[in-house]
C-alpha cells in the first residue's frame, strides 16, 4: 500500500443528501455540497429556487427533510441554532435602534460573557474592519443604509464564527452602493479569514465575489465551479442562460460521430463546431450553447453565413443580430474589432461567423 502524504482538510462545511418538502411540494432536492475553509461560496438562482431555505438548514432554522449538515466536520443536523459556530446576516440588517453603533457590536460579545475589556477590543476591531470606527457613537438612525450594513456585519463578525452566512444582504442599496460593498465585502472576507456563504440572484455579484459559486434551479444544484469554469463552461441550458448572455440553440448530435469533438446540426444550416460537455448519445436532441462575444464575423472566408439584422452600439461593444436559417444568432463585437475589421457594416450584408469548437459547448436540451 502507498503512503498517503497529502494532509486532510476538513471542510468548513459539508452538506450530504440534504432536502426539504413543505407539504408535498420538494423546495429542495436531495443536494451534496462542500464548502472549504475561508472560502467565499455564493448560491446564486432566480427567486423561489430554494437559497433561502438551504442557507436556513444549515442555519438550524429550518430542519431538513433528509440529509446531515456538518460543520468542520461535525454533524449538527440535530445542534440548535445558538451553538452552531456560524453567524448570519440578512438584508434587513435589525440592529437595536436605542443603542450606539459600538453598543451593537459588543453586544453580541457581552452575551456570549467575554470579558470586557477584550470584548471592547474586539468591537473596535471589527468596527475598524468596516471602517466605521470613527462613528461608534452614533445611533442606526444617524447611518446611511451602506454604513448600517457594515453595521450588522462587523455584528456577524465579532464573535470570531466559523461561518458566516449572508442572505441577499446588499438586496436594499441602490445599484452604485451595491457595486462598492460587493468589493468591500469581499475585501473584508479575505481580511477575517471567515468563511462566507453568500446567496443571490445577481450573476454579477456572484461573479465579483466568490471563490466558487453553486448554481441553483428549482431546488436542484446545477453546476458548482469557480466564476470562470460556470461562465466558460456551463453544464446544463439553464446555467448558461442564467449568467451571462448566451445563444442557445437547439441541435442534434450526429449519428455516426465519436469523440467529443464532434459538432453538433443546426437543422437547415449545417453542422457547427462544438465540443460535447458530456457523453451524449447519437441523433440526441440537444443545446449548443454559444457565447456571443466568442464570434468571430467577417466579411469574407469559411464559416456560418447570415444577415445582419440589427446593430446596437453600446460603447465598449456592439451588439449584432444575424439571421441565420430562421433563427438569430447574437454576436457581440469589441469596438476596436468592429471599426478595424468591419468598417462601415450596415443592416442587411451578409457576415461570416467562427469561433473555436472549444467555446461552443453541446449539452442535453
Ligand atoms: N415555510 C414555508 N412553507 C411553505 N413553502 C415554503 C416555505 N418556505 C419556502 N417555501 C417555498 O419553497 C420554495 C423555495 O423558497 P426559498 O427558499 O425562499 O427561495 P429563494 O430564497 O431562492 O427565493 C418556494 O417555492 C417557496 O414558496
Ligand atoms: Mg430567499
Known amino acids: 500500500m502507498k503512503t498517503q502524504t497529502t494532509t486532510i482538510t476538513v471542510p468548513a462545511v459539508e452538506i ?20 472549504r475553509e475561508n472560502e467565499f461560496f455564493s448560491i446564486l438562482g432566480p427567486s423561489g429556487c430554494g437559497k433561502t431555505t438551504l442557507m436556513r438548514m444549515i442555519t438550524g432554522f429550518e430542519r431538513p427533510s433528509s440529509g446531515r449538515v456538518l460543520l468542520g466536520g461535525a ?37 456570549r460573557r467575554v470579558p470586557k475589556a477584550e470584548a471592547n477590543l474586539r468591537a473596535q476591531e471589527a468596527l475598524e474592519l468596516v471602517k466605521l470606527a470613527h462613528l461608534g457613537d452614533r445611533k442606526p438612525d444617524q447611518l446611511s443604509g451602506g454604513q448600517r450594513q457594515r453595521v450588522a456585519l462587523a455584528r456577524a463578525v465579532v464573535s470570531g464564527p466559523k461561518v458566516v452566512l449572508l442572505d441577499e444582504p446588499l438586496g436594499a442599496l441602490d445599484q452604485q452602493l ?22 443571490t440572484h445577481d450573476q454579477e455579484e456572484a461573479l465579483t465575489m466568490s471563490d466558487r459559486i453553486a448554481v441553483m434551479s428549482e431546488g436542484v444544484v446545477q453546476q458548482v465551479g469557480g466564476p470562470e469554469d460556470i461562465y466558460n463552461r456551463p453544464e446544463t441550458r439553464f446555467v448558461a442562460g442564467f449568467i451571462g448572455s448566451c445563444n442557445l440553440l437547439d441541435v442534434t448530435v450526429p449519428a455516426g460521430s465519436a469523440g467529443q469533438e464532434t459538432g453538433a446540426v443546426l437543422e437547415g444550416v449545417g453542422v ?14 440537444a443545446t449548443l450553447l454559444l457565447r456571443p462575444e ?12 447570415g444577415t445582419v439584422e440589427t446593430l446596437t452600439f453600446l460603447g465598449e461593444e456592439w451588439h449584432v443580430h444575424l439571421a441565420i436559417g430562421g433563427r438569430t444568432i447574437r454576436v457581440s463585437l469589441p469596438s476596436l474589432v468592429k471599426e478595424r475589421d468591419l468598417p462601415g457594416l450596415a443592416i442587411g450584408e451578409e457576415l461570416r461567423i467562427g469561433w473555436r469548437p472549444e467555446d461552443a459547448r453541446i449539452v442535453i436540451r
Not at 274 to 279: F, K, Q, R, T
Request: net charge negative.
Open 16 to 35: 450530504e443528501g440534504i432536502s426539504k418538502s413543505f407539504g408535498g411540494h420538494l423546495a429542495v432536492h436531495p443536494l451534496d455540497l462542500e464548502i
Open 75 to 111: 454533524d449538527v443536523t440535530k445542534v440548535p441554532t445558538r451553538n452552531r459556530d456560524l453567524n448570519m446576516l440578512f438584508q434587513s440588517y435589525a440592529l437595536f435602534p436605542h443603542l450606539t453603533v459600538f453598543d451593537n457590536v459588543v453586544f453580541e460579545l457581552r452575551v
Open 178 to 199: 451595491r457595486k462598492e460593498m460587493q468589493y468591500e465585502l469581499k475585501r473584508m472576507q479575505r481580511e477575517v479569514g471567515i468563511t462566507f456563504i453568500y446567496v
Open 272 to 285: 457547427l463546431p462544438g465540443v460535447l460537455a458530456e457523453d451524449l448519445p447519437r441523433e440526441q436532441a
Open 294 to 305: 466568442r464570434i468571430d464575423a467577417r466579411r469574407d472566408g469559411d464559416g456560418v453565413s
